[in-house]
Every structure is written in structure tokens, then in C-alpha cells.
């Protein structure tokens, strides 16, 4: 069992940053892919980045450039620092793992077997 705990949203204005961190138990920590999602008002959750066991990433075309997924696994800690956001960043983000995650099904939420509690994200215009 993985348990997840995200940490680091708050309301920031457009142009600014914020770095979410998700913190998981579990001694097997590097060998599970770690990925962040997101869910804005109304619409479905969306992938957002993904970082594989290898260190290899992976990004939604809506963050890339702006968003950087990084682990540190001493801490057994993913982060998401997000830069330059937009008033459509603002969503609940959600971490998620997996031990075996086929790159033809990264972007599906249902490929992922552990998820946190989630961590709203406000960007104001």
C-alpha cells in the first residue's frame, strides 16, 4: 500500500509560481511512476506530468515548458514546480502512482492505482 499526501497550493496571482509537493509512504518508493493530475470545476481530471522510476518525464502540451516534475527519493517526495500559471491552471491537483505504467496509458487516470487527497490551486487573473 502507497499512501500519498499533497502539499503546497494557495492562491497566486497570473504570472506567478507555486511548487506542490506530494509526500508518499511506502518502502518501495522508487520503483512506482509518479504523476500528477488535475481537476478543474466541471470538467473531467486531466494529466498534467508524469515521472517514471527511470527519471524519464513526461508532460500534458497545456504545461509544457511552464511545469517541471522532479522526485526526490530520500524524502520519497514527487513536486510539481509550476511557472507562469494562468487563471486556467486553477484546479484541484491531485498526485497519483503506479508500479507499471505503459507510455501508451500515462494520460489515463484509471492506469494509476494509488491517489492523494488532492490540493486546490487558485490562479487569479
Known amino acids: 500500500q502507497v499512501q500519498l499526501v499533497e502539499s503546497g497550493g494557495g492562491l497566486v496571482q497570473a504570472g506567478g509560481s507555486l511548487r506542490l509537493s506530494c509526500a508518499a509512504s511506502?518502502?518501495?518508493?522508487?520503483?512506482?511512476?509518479l504523476g500528477w493530475f488535475r481537476q478543474a470545476p466541471g470538467k473531467e481530471r486531466e494529466f498534467a506530468a508524469i515521472?517514471?522510476?527511470?527519471?524519464?518525464?513526461y508532460y500534458a502540451d497545456s504545461v509544457k515548458g511552464r511545469f517541471t516534475i522532479s522526485r526526490d527519493n530520500a524524502k520519497n517526495t514527487v513536486y510539481l514546480q509550476m511557472n507562469s500559471l494562468k487563471p486556467e491552471d486553477t484546479a484541484i491537483y491531485f498526485c497519483?502512482?503506479?508500479?507499471?505504467?505503459?507510455?501508451?496509458?500515462?494520460?489515463?487516470?484509471?492506469?494509476?492505482?494509488?491517489w492523494g487527497q488532492g490540493t486546490q490551486v487558485t490562479v487569479s487573473s
Open positions: 515521472n517514471w522510476s527511470s527519471g524519464r518525464t
Open positions: 511506502g518502502r518501495t518508493f522508487t520503483s512506482y511512476a
Open positions: 497519483a502512482a503506479t508500479i507499471y505504467l505503459a507510455p501508451s496509458r500515462v494520460v489515463i487516470s484509471s492506469s494509476y492505482d494509488y
